[in-house]
């Protein structure tokens, strides 16, 4: 259903993706937050035909999702695939989403800011993703006279993006380093890098199956490769510490390690009903598993695509049933189930 | 758990709401969440805007000066200082021209900086461009220097005297 959860990305074991969002806007027009309706089309036109009149190979490689013709859950579908933002859907009548078609790029018109170009991919790439998308901001910049402040940089709706308008961001898999109780005293350090960890869903949201979105906190003042380098460079140190603190219990607890991954393999290839909280916490412990190669009974690539498909509307979506949290649960462990007992 | 509103349906959904220390719960039904505005979509993203509000919020002389100015109006959006308290948003663009005063010292507190030294619209940019992308390519020719890096030390210096403007020696001289 979906294509860039697929692909095989670099070091996909603890950094499960890679992501740059740049914010822009259009010089003469106010924000989406005070944009009439005109405005907003006016800006959706100005965007479309930057992309779809230009003269690169990017013309051809997108799509035009017309967001406010789906429905509803086709809406949520996109957010829970990080393909479309929460933000993007609240404001949908008057938004437009430009997909590319292998679906690592998405251009969100009309979202807090006139543009956000997202570049998405897995594994660790920051580098990889940041240049695409400094690509896709330069095609739309041919067309477009973007609103910039010579000491401010680009200058965007919330002052939290003025300056490059970057957010660089890594999704982590670490069950290792919660057991051992370090990823409490994370939050704390990382702020004071500049840094910040989120959950699954970005601002606000919990962190569910051990995951957690790092990324740059600050967008004035640091260059777009001095940000990229900031994380990456403790992405780096954090992948270390899940790796030692995963070989660290195996060492001293293997029975203890291997019982837990397989409780967790029984009662997900088992359940008839489970929420999506408890269906992550064990995702989590079996994605842990086969990357240390105890569980070989199912590959990552399935796990990683199920920890998507599981979320609420994707297995609305999947299953075909309306909403209801019940029915959903019930569908939710037939999904998993279908997809871990499949040989 | 029941949930609060409705007091028939159990609570599925939670809130943790955290102003100036203070947190505050909510437990609600999926369908009276939606009924408040709580979440319009299945998971609930909550706003910083409380949060970035309190950031405008200046304490002692400059509050004064601050709320002095909330009549001042944007030309181009007609966004008012006040406004953007409100909101923690700015309404266009010019928004940093109409406000810059008030806002340097509120940049200052959220980012740390107030000069930019990323990316640079080559379009917008022309000149600020070029010089920003010469004193770049310096830093890394000082940086190849150092490493004893010279073929590309030289490359650099050739693309430096092609964008300064200046005649480049094909014979790799300094």
């Known amino acids: 259903m979906v294509n860039w959860i697929k692909n095989d990305g670099p070091n996909s074991d603890v950094v499960i993706s890679s992501r740059i969002r740049l914010a822009r806007n259009i010089e003469g027009i106010p924000f989406p937050i005070i944009m009439d309706d005109k405005q907003a089309q006016q800006v959706v036109k100005i965007v479309?035909?930057?992309?779809?009149?230009?003269?690169?190979?990017?013309?051809?490689?997108?799509?035009?999702?017309?967001?406010?013709?789906?429905?509803?859950?086709?809406?949520?579908?996109?957010?829970?695939?990080?393909?479309?933002?929460?933000?993007?859907?609240?404001?949908?009548?008057?938004?437009?989403?430009?997909?590319?078609?292998?679906?690592?790029?998405?251009?969100?018109?009309?979202?807090?800011?006139?543009?956000?170009?997202?570049?998405?991919?897995?594994?660790?790439?920051?580098?990889?993703?940041?240049?695409?998308?400094?690509?896709?901001?330069?095609?739309?910049?041919?067309?477009?006279?973007?609103?910039f402040d010579e000491q401010l940089g680009y200058l965007t709706c919330c002052p939290t993006n003025v300056g490059t308008g970057i957010r660089a961001s890594v999704m982590l898999h670490l069950p290792a380093l919660t057991i051992t109780g370090y990823t409490k005293g994370m939050l704390q350090t990382?702020?004071?890098?500049?840094?910040?960890?989120?959950?699954?869903?970005?601002?606000?949201?919990?962190?569910?199956?051990?995951?957690?979105?790092?990324?740059?906190?600050?967008?004035?003042?640091?260059?777009?490769?001095?940000?990229?380098?900031?994380?990456?460079?403790?992405?780096?140190?954090?992948?270390?510490?899940?790796w030692a603190a995963r070989e660290n219990i195996a060492k001293h607890d293997r029975y203890g390690l291997e019982d837990k991954i397989y409780r967790s393999y029984g009662i997900l290839s088992n359940a008839r009903k489970i929420s999506s909280k408890e269906a992550m916490d064990l995702l989590s412990d079996v994605r842990m598993g086969v990357d240390m190669e105890i569980l070989k009974e199912v590959d990552i690539n399935t796990i990683n695509q199920l920890m998507f498909d599981i979320q609420p509307a994707s297995v609305q979506k999947l299953a075909g049933i309306t909403d209801g949290a019940e029915q959903r649960d019930v569908a939710r462990a037939e999904v998993i189930r279908q997809r871990l007992n499949k040989k | 758990m029941y949930c609060e509103k409705c007091k028939k349906r159990p609570a599925t959904l939670h809130f943790t709401k955290i102003v100036n220390d203070e947190k505050t719960e909510v437990h609600l039904c999926e369908q009276c969440a939606q009924e408040m505005g709580k979440v319009n979509t299945m998971f609930t993203p909550f706003s910083i805007t409380d949060l970035l509000s309190s950031f405008f919020e200046?304490?002692?002389?400059?509050?004064?000066?601050?709320?002095?100015?909330?009549?001042?109006?944007?030309?181009?959006?007609?966004?008012?200082?006040?406004?953007?308290?409100?909101?923690?948003?700015?309404?266009?663009?010019?928004?940093?021209?109409?406000?810059?005063?008030?806002?340097?010292?509120?940049?200052?507190?959220?980012?740390?900086?107030?000069?930019?030294?990323?990316?640079?619209?080559?379009?917008?940019?022309?000149?600020?461009?070029?010089?920003?992308?010469?004193?770049?390519?310096?830093?890394?020719?000082?940086?190849?220097?150092?490493?004893?890096?010279?073929?590309?030390?030289?490359?650099?210096?050739?693309?430096?005297?092609?964008?300064?403007?200046?005649?480049?020696?094909?014979?790799?001289?300094?």
Request: charged share 30%; proline share 2%.
């Open chain 1, 190 to 242: 990382i702020s004071k890098i500049g840094l910040t960890v989120r959950g699954l869903y970005g601002e606000g949201t919990e962190v569910a199956g051990n995951m957690f979105q790092l990324s740059n906190q600050l967008t004035l003042g640091q260059s777009e490769e001095e940000i990229i380098n900031n994380l990456t460079t403790v992405t780096h140190q954090l992948v270390d510490r899940e």
């Open chain 2, 58 to 174: 200046v304490g002692g002389e400059g509050q004064q000066t601050i709320y002095g100015q909330q009549a001042l109006k944007c030309p181009q959006c007609g966004f008012t200082f006040g406004d953007i308290k409100k909101t923690g948003r700015l309404g266009c663009g010019h928004c940093y021209v109409t406000f810059r005063e008030q806002l340097m010292p509120i940049l200052k507190r959220i980012q740390g900086r107030t000069e930019h030294s990323g990316k640079v619209p080559k379009k917008i940019g022309g000149q600020i461009w070029l010089s920003r992308e010469i004193k770049r390519l310096k830093d890394e020719l000082n940086k190849a220097v150092a490493e004893e890096a010279y073929e590309r030390a030289a490359q650099l210096r050739d693309k430096i005297r092609e964008l300064e403007g200046k005649p480049v020696d094909g014979q790799g001289r300094w």
């Open chain 1, 48 to 147: 479309k035909d930057a992309i779809f009149n230009s003269n690169t190979v990017l013309a051809g490689e997108f799509i035009d999702l017309e967001i406010d013709k789906l429905s509803d859950i086709d809406v949520q579908r996109l957010v829970e695939v990080h393909v479309v933002s929460p933000d993007l859907v609240k404001n949908r009548k008057r938004s437009a989403v430009l997909l590319r078609r292998d679906e690592t790029v998405s251009i969100m018109i009309n979202e807090e800011d006139h543009i956000r170009i997202q570049c998405l991919n897995t594994g660790f790439q920051l580098e990889n993703v940041w240049d695409l998308a400094d690509k896709v901001d330069d095609v739309i910049e041919e067309n477009v006279k973007y609103a």
